[in-house]
């Protein structure tokens, strides 16, 4: 599975940015699919997951509220719809691809086999 994050840029304190997750190559319906970030400095985080089906989602409390994952299996695309947006929002975003877990060890990053290139998001304050 290839895949490709784009979407992020620059934006205030409060505003809104969507980040698109494209998908090519193996089955995409098959995968869970996650988004993770990681700021400067820090470790990489969890944000958000969905179930291969889409019946289930899971978010860090940090971006719940704030933050909704989808998919479009049709599209082989993931999104990140991201609201009220905060300076400590501002990171890298990757979106990455999986299969097995369960869906409490979706936020692990061991759950993923694929990840792509991050997508970066400034957030001003």
């Given at each position: 599975?290839?895949?490709?994050?784009?979407?992020?840029?620059?934006?205030?304190?409060?505003?809104?940015?969507?980040?698109?997750?494209?998908?090519?190559?193996?089955?995409?319906?098959?995968?869970?699919?996650?988004?993770?970030?990681?700021?400067?400095?820090?470790?990489?985080?969890?944000?958000?997951?969905?179930?291969?089906?889409?019946?289930?989602?899971?978010?860090?409390?940090?971006?719940?509220?704030?933050?909704?994952?989808?998919?479009?299996?049709?599209?082989?695309?993931?999104y990140l719809q991201m609201n009220s947006l905060k300076?400590?929002?501002t990171a890298d975003y990757f979106c990455a691809a999986?299969?097995?877990?369960?869906?409490?060890?979706?936020?692990?990053?061991?759950?993923?086999?694929?990840?792509?290139?991050?997508?970066?998001?400034?957030?001003?304050?």
């Amino acid at each position: 599975v290839q895949l490709q994050a784009s979407g992020g840029g620059l934006v205030q304190a409060g505003g809104s940015l969507r980040l698109s997750c494209a998908a090519s190559g193996r089955t995409f319906s098959n995968y869970d699919m996650g988004w993770f970030r990681q700021a400067p400095g820090k470790e990489r985080e969890f944000v958000a997951a969905i179930r291969w089906s889409g019946s289930s989602t899971v978010h860090a409390d940090s971006v719940k509220g704030r933050f909704t994952i989808s998919r479009d299996k049709a599209k082989n695309t993931v999104y990140l719809q991201m609201n009220s947006l905060k300076p400590e929002d501002t990171a890298d975003y990757f979106c990455a691809a999986g299969s097995g877990a369960i869906l409490t060890t979706l936020g692990r990053d061991s759950s993923y086999n694929y990840w792509g290139q991050g997508t970066l998001v400034t957030v001003s304050s």
